[in-house]
Each structure stands twice: as structure tokens, then as C-alpha cells.
């Protein structure tokens, strides 16, 4: 993953925040996994970490489907470690954005639910 030669399409440049859109070959491929995920908000998913940001832990749910679990305290990046299979939420799907917005095992932003 991180430090792996890759071949994509630069969709789009924001200069003010030195983002750069990439629509990768390989991503373009497959079918779009996404909506599968929009039914099963507020289920517990399995994952595998694929990266510790600044900003929260990235989790890959599928092939080519990643969600962000955000970080609210640096201490929070030290519970995970990319590679590492967790459980995690799923709190919202963004079709249009093509995000998945997820939580950790140790957050739960909403009241508890009894499915059974």
C-alpha cells in the first residue's frame, strides 16, 4: 500500500489545501462496492487497518472500499496498528462523496441498539 507504484487519472488539484484527485486503474476495475455498504449502516462490520492519519484510522472493509474511523485524541491512533483486523461501525455512507464514515469499537456517537 504505502510506498506502492500505482497508475491513475488526476481528476482534480485544489492549490489552497495542495490535495490532488486520483482515479486509480485499479479501483476504476471494479464494480462499485459502496452502495452494498449504505444498507448496513448501524451494523458491525469487519475490517483490516490500512493506515494511521492525522485525521483517524483508515479501514479497509472490501476490495477497494476503505472508511474512516475520525480520531478525536492523538491517543486514540495508538490503539490501532495498520494491518490489524478490527470491528468497527458503520456510522454513515456517502454515496455521492463515496465515503464511509465509521466507528471504533471504543466510540459509539449514538444509543446503544438492540438488534435481536
Known sequence: MVGQRVTGEV?????????VGVLLGEWAEHEDLLPRFADRVGQAVAGRVSKVAPIGVFVRLA???????????????????????????????????????LAGPAQDDSPARDNS
Open 63 to 101: 476490495d477497494c472500499v476503505e472508511g474512516l474511523v475520525p480520531l478525536t485524541a492523538r491517543s486514540e491512533s495508538d490503539a490501532f496498528r495498520e494491518g490489524q483486523e478490527v470491528s468497527v461501525r458503520i456510522v454513515a455512507v456517502d454515496l455521492e462523496r463515496s465515503r464511509i464514515l
Open 11 to 19: 481528476v482534480f488539484h485544489a492549490e489552497y489545501n495542495h490535495q
